[in-house]
C-alpha cells in the first residue's frame, strides 16, 4: 500500500500543488491549487494512483468504473485496468451531466464512481445521479485528492489517496481579492 506521504510526494514532484490565487469549479476561491493533471500526465503516476485507488474496492463485483470528463477520464481508465471492467465517462451536455458517444449502463451493474480531486463533490454527485437513474447501482466514491476537509457525504463508501487541508473561501469574503490579486481559472471548466 503507498502511504500519504508518498502520494503527496508524487504530487509534489510533478508540480501538481499550485500557490496563488485560484477559481475553482465550485466558485469558491483559494491561495492553493491541485492540478491532478501535472500528476497523470505521467503513465507511471496514473497507473501506481489508480492501482492504489483501486486496492478498495477488489473483490466489491464492480462492473463499470466511471469519472465526469475530463479530471476523471484517466483516473476511470487507470482505476478500470486495475479492476479488469468496462471504463466510462461522463459530460455535459446542454449543463446537465450526462452519457454520451453511445455509452451505456444496465439495470443492476456495480459502478464504482472516481474523479481526481474533490472540493465540494458536485460532479460526482452528479455521476452517481446519472448512474441512479439508469437503473445502474453506485457503490461507492474513490478520489485521488480530497480536499473537502471530510465534510462530503455521498451516502455510498468514499475513499481517497490524500486528504489535503486546502483553506477555500466565498468569493465576496475571499482575503486574496482583498489584496488585489487577480484570481485564475486553472481547471478544466469556465466558470
Same mark, same amino acid.
Given at each position: 500500500?503507498?502511504?500519504?506521504e508518498e502520494?503527496?510526494?508524487?504530487?509534489?514532484?510533478?508540480?501538481?500543488?499550485?500557490?496563488?490565487?485560484?477559481?475553482?469549479?465550485?466558485?469558491?476561491?483559494?491561495n492553493?491549487?491541485?492540478?491532478?493533471?501535472?500528476?497523470?500526465?505521467?503513465?507511471q503516476?496514473?497507473?501506481?494512483?489508480?492501482?492504489?485507488?483501486?486496492?478498495?474496492?477488489?473483490?466489491?463485483? @464492480?462492473?463499470? !468504473?466511471?469519472?465526469?470528463?475530463?479530471?476523471?477520464?484517466?483516473?476511470?481508465?487507470? =482505476?478500470? %485496468?486495475?479492476l /479488469? &471492467?468496462k471504463?466510462?465517462?461522463?459530460?455535459?451536455e446542454n449543463g446537465?451531466?450526462?452519457?454520451?458517444?453511445?455509452?451505456?449502463?444496465?439495470?443492476?451493474?456495480?459502478?464504482?464512481?472516481?474523479?481526481?480531486?474533490?472540493?465540494?463533490?458536485?460532479?460526482?454527485?452528479?455521476? @452517481?445521479?446519472v !448512474?441512479?437513474?439508469?437503473?445502474?447501482e453506485?457503490?461507492?466514491v474513490?478520489?485521488l =485528492?480530497? %480536499?473537502?476537509? /471530510? &465534510?462530503?457525504?455521498?451516502?455510498?463508501?468514499?475513499?481517497?489517496?490524500?486528504?489535503?487541508?486546502i483553506?477555500?473561501?466565498?468569493?465576496?469574503?475571499?482575503?486574496?481579492?482583498?489584496?488585489?490579486?487577480?484570481?485564475?481559472k486553472?481547471?478544466?471548466?469556465?466558470?
Amino acid at each position: 500500500m503507498i502511504t500519504t506521504e508518498e502520494v503527496l510526494k508524487i504530487f509534489e514532484e510533478s508540480g501538481a500543488l499550485l500557490k496563488g490565487h485560484f477559481r475553482l469549479t465550485s466558485g469558491r476561491h483559494s491561495n492553493r491549487y491541485m492540478q491532478c493533471a501535472k500528476v497523470l500526465q505521467y503513465p507511471q503516476h496514473a497507473g501506481r494512483l489508480g492501482e492504489e485507488l483501486a486496492q478498495a474496492w477488489k473483490n466489491q463485483g @464492480i462492473d463499470v !468504473v466511471i469519472g465526469p470528463a475530463m479530471g476523471g477520464i484517466i483516473v476511470a481508465h487507470e =482505476v478500470g %485496468r486495475a479492476l /479488469g &471492467t468496462k471504463v466510462l465517462f461522463t459530460e455535459r451536455e446542454n449543463g446537465a451531466m450526462t452519457l454520451r458517444r453511445g455509452f451505456e449502463l444496465s439495470p443492476g451493474q456495480k459502478v464504482l464512481v472516481v474523479e481526481d480531486v474533490i472540493t465540494t463533490g458536485g460532479s460526482v454527485k452528479e455521476v @452517481i445521479e446519472v !448512474v441512479r437513474k439508469l437503473g445502474a447501482e453506485p457503490v461507492g466514491v474513490g478520489v485521488l =485528492v480530497d %480536499r473537502s476537509g /471530510g &465534510t462530503i457525504d455521498f451516502g455510498i463508501p468514499h475513499v481517497s489517496l490524500l486528504k489535503l487541508e486546502i483553506e477555500s473561501f466565498d468569493p465576496e469574503a475571499c482575503p486574496l481579492c482583498e489584496e488585489g490579486i487577480p484570481a485564475i481559472k486553472p481547471g478544466s471548466r469556465s466558470i
